[in-house]
């Protein structure tokens, strides 16, 4: 049952999973699935900045879709059962068919980034000048590790941002660009037997809820919010409609 008071049928072949892993999915009043961990927290962010409270208080609750093939399925069902619902998704480029004909019938109500991943759209968005405070003052808790990976990333002789950026300018890519693949995971330029470690590297950005609200603060405070607000208030006020509510904030200024 949505918030309407609808009822409908979901598949269990298209839905265990998440009934298994997160039951209250289905028992919120509007569930908004969120592609994963980074999704939820940065979503979660903005809702509640949105709202002036816990996106919870209004029976909203932003789910871990599990991965991009899942959270399409689950839309998909979701779709089917014509339920009010709403999404946040990566672009793999994969199932374009699909993915288009859940955005003809969501409307506003879905969201799948055109860049890729979330972390390469919101960081896509911060002005260049920005990266270096993005990344983190020196002595926080994950700049150290951050710089590491950027370092061995561009093969600089120091772990400092000088360093980082005196190694990036025989190469012509910008520290931003450096910083997505970072904070993304990528692993294709990564040395033989070094694939899994760069992989791993997204953890200590914002591949948790944590740092998916981290990158959503940081976002607003460093001028990204400019570049993303147009894609991402139509789906907020979407969801704050569901439930009978308008956007209470300037999120800029909230």
């Not at 979503?43 to 609750?61: K, V």
């Amino acid at each position: 049952m949505d918030s309407s008071g609808r009822l409908g049928t979901l598949p269990s072949e298209l839905v265990g999973k998440q009934q298994k892993n997160d039951p209250e999915t289905f028992l919120s009043r509007v569930a908004v699935i969120a592609e994963g961990v980074t999704e939820v927290g940065f979503l979660n962010h903005l809702l509640e900045l949105a709202l002036g409270c816990a996106p919870l208080d209004h029976g909203i609750r932003v789910c871990n879709g599990q991965g991009n093939d899942h959270t399409r399925k689950l839309l998909k069902a979701l779709e089917e059962a014509r339920l009010k619902f709403a999404g946040l998704a990566d672009n793999e480029g994969v199932k374009t068919d699909s993915w288009a004909e859940l955005k003809e019938k969501m409307g506003d109500l879905l969201l799948q980034w055109e860049e890729g991943c979330t972390e390469e759209a919101v960081i896509s968005a911060i002005p260049e000048d920005q990266i270096p405070a993005l990344i983190g003052a020196v002595g926080e808790d994950k700049t150290g590790t951050r710089l590491q990976h950027l370092k061995v990333r561009c093969g600089a002789e120091e772990r400092t941002l000088d360093s980082i950026i005196a190694a990036l300018a025989s190469t012509g890519k910008p520290l931003k660009q450096l910083v997505i693949e970072a904070a993304s995971g990528r692993s294709d330029d990564a040395p033989e037997g070094e694939k899994k470690a760069w992989k791993s590297h997204s953890s200590s950005w914002f591949k948790s809820e944590a740092g998916g609200a981290e990158l959503a603060q940081k976002a607003i405070a460093l001028g990204g919010w400019n570049g993303l607000s147009e894609r991402l208030l139509p789906l907020i006020a979407a969801i704050l409609a569901t439930v009978g509510l308008t956007v209470a904030h300037d999120l800029a200024n909230a």
